[in-house]
């Protein structure tokens, strides 16, 4: 849905598909163009009462002029994420360490610091009792020593599934390689 109305036009382009080995992926039908391997979802859309179907350039009527606008492409050098200054949330019970930064492949900076994992900012919105507190940390202290991070836990059926950068794979500071987490609280092209 978009702005409460439901999207359709979608499924007779692109249809949801297992492939050999439970993988998932899109089967695109022979209306859509597909250049160097990659397809395109629709660009032009039609409100018809509570929907908005994907109509084609040639169905785009003309004196909306959409046809010959151009929308500009994101800026190269977009506004950061800041979560900075730590406020609310993101100071109390707060950081237990850091910020520290690290440079990712595409060429961003991102800061971080470590929580303990109950006392990450997303969990405060939550009145949990303190005993649910405590189990919840007690629990992924036990998977983060059951779970060290260079195991495979679950390997796929067939092949590499993803790989990640691997500035991302962050070393906790002394004392807190057990029931810690790394939260992203800037990122930016360059450092602030």
Same mark, same amino acid.
């Given at each position: 849905?978009?702005?409460?109305?439901?999207?359709?036009?979608?499924? =007779?382009?692109?249809?949801?598909? /297992?492939?050999?080995?439970? /993988?998932?992926?899109?089967?695109? +039908?022979?209306?859509?163009?597909?250049?160097?391997?990659?397809?395109?979802?629709?660009?032009?859309?039609?409100? =018809?009462?509570?929907?908005?179907?994907?109509?084609?350039?040639?169905?785009?009527?003309?004196?909306?002029?959409?046809?010959?606008?151009?929308?500009?492409?994101?800026?190269?050098?977009?506004?950061?994420? +800041?979560? =900075?200054?730590?406020?609310? +949330?993101?100071? =109390?019970?707060?950081?237990?360490?850091?910020?520290?930064?690290?440079?990712?492949?595409?060429?961003?900076?991102?800061?971080?610091?470590?929580?303990?994992?109950?006392?990450?900012?997303?969990?405060?919105?939550?009145?949990?009792?303190?005993?649910?507190?405590?189990?919840?940390?007690?629990?992924?202290?036990?998977?983060?020593?059951?779970?060290?991070?260079?195991?495979?836990?679950?390997?796929?059926?067939?092949?590499?599934?993803? +790989?990640?950068?691997?500035?991302?794979?962050?070393?906790?500071?002394?004392?807190?390689?057990?029931?810690?987490?790394?939260?992203?609280?800037?990122?930016?092209?360059?450092?602030?």
């Amino acid at each position: 849905r978009q702005n409460r109305k439901k999207i359709t036009g979608i499924n =007779e382009l692109a249809t949801p598909t /297992v492939f050999d080995g439970d /993988v998932f992926g899109l089967t695109w +039908s022979d209306d859509v163009a597909v250049e160097n391997g990659m397809a395109k979802f629709p660009t032009f859309f039609r409100d =018809e009462g509570d929907t908005r179907r994907s109509i084609t350039a040639a169905d785009v009527p003309p004196e909306t002029t959409l046809r010959k606008t151009t929308f500009p492409s994101p800026p190269t050098n977009p506004e950061p994420y +800041s979560a =900075e200054p730590l406020d609310g +949330s993101w100071a =109390e019970p707060g950081p237990a360490a850091g910020p520290m930064e690290t440079t990712l492949a595409d060429g961003s900076t991102v800061r971080y610091c470590w929580y303990r994992f109950i006392d990450q900012p997303v969990f405060q919105q939550f009145d949990w009792p303190q005993e649910t507190r405590d189990d919840l940390q007690a629990l992924i202290e036990k998977m983060h020593a059951a779970w060290p991070i260079d195991g495979t836990y679950l390997p796929g059926s067939d092949g590499e599934l993803a +790989s990640f950068d691997p500035a991302l794979f962050v070393t906790p500071p002394k004392g807190m390689e057990l029931g810690h987490v790394p939260i992203v609280i800037w990122q930016g092209i360059g450092s602030d």
